[in-house]
């Protein structure tokens, strides 16, 4: 870019910028709040009045958050020892989600009509911990091991018994005879190499180091509006701070692409495992490509949608031939963690299988209708669909978010799926056990408690 053309850009993004700073105050003159509807970004500012604000209505907020996921949820989670993720870590137990004068049973014989008037539903959508925030939030398990990603102003909020494996497996689909790669480490810049070299070629060592590198966003930067008090933590954040491993620690955000603020969707990170087979990328975007994806989570994601923000704030536009390509070449190789009992169609080999999974696997196909959407061998149509559980519950504002429709969702790959809670675009359901009682009542299946247990037996073995 020649110095005329950065001069002339720069002009143009302080003029929106400015536009948007007359816009958020008009906003705060009628509103009477310091919340915008584009955000708490504010330019006249400096870091320590910006982080004085944040901090004077974080204890409030975090009560307000907590105080909803004690009402919705049993926080106190069971886990079963006998079933393992692959990284070794007891799955969580559900259902986890509480109820309001009526049990499961009762729930599932009523019309969505009858849910929604009583207001009982038990999976409307998850508010992020501080709604009219958002931003990058990272769980404690991850802040243990790399403290650059702790944010002074807001918390996690799940609990970690019902996240993925703090360390999880990496598998290859060029060397399954390796299993696990991981075996326990958190792959970061610092030992990728040592740990990679001689298994991958140069191209996808670079992609990987590439994807392991710090680059600035939205509240990791260098500027004032940053949510970071530490030097390390200006330098940015890697796409492997929140897919760990390839994998995810569910790591979480608001989705870049709904406005206002209040309808924007809380998003978990997905596995990266299994991009390989999957035609469309993102809950609700569906980019066609992982290379697209990548471009997209640097440029914009990051950002939270916001081209100005990013120019201001450092961002690094990836190079598609010599940069992007790399890292989609490393992330289409990550597999799918083993699955024993499943044969070459995906389905269970009868011989290694329980009867209650054998039940299971013909109630998905079959009566529970799960097949339609998630047919073997992965258990995705890669499709999208429009669950419309808007059906279930009234729209209103709950804890800074509108409880309104989630629209098409993409149909998420079931292989391997006990490695990743809490489940849903935005994680509403912790358990496997809640997806059955999502899923039982978004259909109207009216499944008994057997059945249901046959259902998660199955779930269980993908
Ligand atoms: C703050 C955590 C975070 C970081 C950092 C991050 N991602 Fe993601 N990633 C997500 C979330 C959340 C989604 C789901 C987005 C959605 O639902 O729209 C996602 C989705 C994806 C997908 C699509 C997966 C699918 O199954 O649809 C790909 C590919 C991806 N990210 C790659 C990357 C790359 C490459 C980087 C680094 C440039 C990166 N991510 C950085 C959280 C993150
Ligand atoms: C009409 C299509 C459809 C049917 C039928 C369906 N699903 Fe899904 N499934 C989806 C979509 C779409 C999502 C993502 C929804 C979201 O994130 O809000 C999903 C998500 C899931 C998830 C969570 C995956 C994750 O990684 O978060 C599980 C588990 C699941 N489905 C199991 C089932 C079971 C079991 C059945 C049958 C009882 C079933 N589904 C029936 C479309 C369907």
């Given at each position: 870019m020649n110095m005329t053309r950065f001069t002339r850009w720069r002009g143009l993004v302080a003029g929106v910028l400015a536009a948007g700073g007359l816009i958020s105050l008009a906003l705060v003159a009628q509103q009477g709040s310091v919340v915008s509807s584009y955000g708490p970004t504010d330019q006249t500012q400096t870091f320590e009045q910006i982080k004085a604000g944040r901090m004077a209505v974080k204890a409030e907020r975090a009560k307000a958050h907590a105080d909803l996921l004690a009402a919705r949820y049993n926080l106190d989670i069971k886990t079963d020892p006998s079933a393992k993720m692959s990284g070794g870590k007891a799955l969580p137990v559900g259902p986890t989600a509480k109820l309001v004068g009526v049990t499961w049973e009762q729930l599932g014989k009523m019309t969505p009509a009858q849910i929604r008037e009583k207001g009982i539903f038990p999976y409307p959508p998850l508010p992020f911990p501080d709604h009219a925030e958002g931003g990058m939030l990272f769980p404690p398990m991850t802040i243990k091991l790399l403290?650059?990603?702790?944010?002074?102003d807001v918390d996690f909020d799940l609990p970690e018994a019902v996240l993925p494996d703090v360390a999880p497996a990496i598998y290859l689909t060029t060397r399954p005879d390796l299993g696990d790669v991981a075996k326990g480490r958190v792959i970061t810049i610092n030992n990728f190499y040592e740990i990679f070299n001689g298994i991958l070629n140069p191209k996808q060592i670079e992609g990987l180091r590439l994807l392991l590198t710090q680059f600035p966003q939205q509240q990791f930067n260098?500027?004032?509006?940053?949510?970071?008090?530490r030097a390390d933590g200006m330098l940015g954040v890697t796409c492997f701070d929140c897919h760990v491993n390839g994998h995810t620690n569910r790591a979480t955000h608001l989705v870049g692409d709904i406005r206002p603020q209040e309808f924007r969707h809380r998003i978990n990170t997905p596995s990266l495992r299994g991009v390989n087979i999957q035609r469309l990328f993102g809950s609700q975007r569906a980019l066609k490509t992982v290379e697209d994806f990548t471009e997209f989570e640097q440029r914009a994601a990051y950002f939270d949608g916001d081209i100005c923000m990013a120019a201001k704030k450092g961002v690094n536009v990836l190079e598609r031939g010599s940069q992007v390509h790399f890292m989609a070449e490393f992330m289409e190789i990550l597999d799918f963690p083993p699955a024993p009992k499943l044969n070459i169609y995906g389905e269970l080999d009868t011989a290694k299988a329980t009867p209650s999974e054998i039940r299971g696997e013909a109630l998905f196909n079959g009566k529970a209708r799960c097949i339609s959407c998630h047919p073997a061998p992965y258990y995705t149509d890669n499709s999208m669909h429009n669950l419309r559980a808007e059906r279930f519950y009234k729209q209103e504002l709950v804890d800074g978010m509108m409880m309104a429709h989630d629209g098409p969702i993409k149909t998420f790959p079931l292989r391997g799926v006990r490695d990743s809670p809490p489940y849903l675009h935005d994680g509403r359901c912790l358990t496997l056990e809640d997806t059955v009682e999502y899923f039982n009542l978004v259909q109207q299946l009216d499944l008994t408690p057997q059945e249901k247990s046959d259902l998660t037996a199955f779930l269980r073995c993908l």
């Open positions: 403290p650059r990603l702790v944010r002074f260098a500027t004032e509006d940053r949510r970071t008090d």
